[in-house]
C-alpha cells in the first residue's frame, strides 16, 4: 500500500471507530439510563418531589391529611351550589371523605357529576386536605376519579 492509501484507510477506520463509540454512548443514554428508577419519583424529596398515590381504607381518609392517596367506596350524598360540586363518601352519620370539584372545572366532568356519580361505586386518586375539620380531596380532571364495575 503506497502512503495515501494508508493515510485514507487510518482516517475511514478512525470516523467509523468514533461513529460506533457515539452510538454505543446514545443506547446506553437513551436506553439503559432510563431503565433506571428515578428515586425523586419513587419515594419524593423535600425539594416537592411525586409521591405515587397509597391505597388507604375509607375510614382512614382523615389520618391521610397532606398524602397522595387512592380511595375506594359509594358516593352516598352529592350536592352542586353552582360553584361547587361535593360528592361525598358518607356511612349513615360517619362523613369519611368529601371529593370537589370546582366550577372551573366543571367541563372536564360528565354533565350534572352531582347525579352522574350518586350512588356509584368510584375509585378516586388525589391529595387529602383538611376543610373545615374534615378530608377532602379536590379533583380536577375525570382521570382521577374512575368507575368501578
Do not use: W
Amino acid at each position: 500500500m503506497n502512503r495515501e492509501k494508508l493515510l485514507d484507510f487510518a482516517i475511514k477506520a478512525g470516523v467509523t471507530a468514533v461513529a460506533a463509540i457515539a452510538v454505543l454512548l446514545c443506547f446506553k443514554l437513551l436506553i439503559l439510563d432510563s431503565r433506571k428508577p428515578k428515586t425523586t419519583l419513587q419515594t419524593g424529596n423535600s425539594a416537592g418531589g411525586f409521591v405515587p398515590p397509597v391505597s388507604v381504607p375509607l375510614s382512614d381518609a382523615a389520618n391521610n391529611i397532606g398524602k397522595n392517596i387512592i380511595i375506594e367506596g359509594t358516593i352516598t350524598k352529592s350536592h352542586n351550589s353552582g360553584k361547587v360540586v361535593f360528592l361525598n363518601f358518607k356511612d349513615g352519620l360517619n362523613l369519611y371523605l368529601t371529593c370537589v370539584i370546582f366550577a372551573s372545572d366543571f367541563g372536564n366532568f360528565p354533565e350534572k357529576p352531582e347525579e352522574f356519580y350518586l350512588s356509584k361505586k368510584v375509585r378516586v386518586s388525589g391529595r387529602v386536605k383538611e376543610y373545615k375539620g374534615a378530608p377532602e380531596i379536590v379533583i380536577s380532571s375525570q382521570s382521577q376519579i374512575t368507575l368501578i364495575k
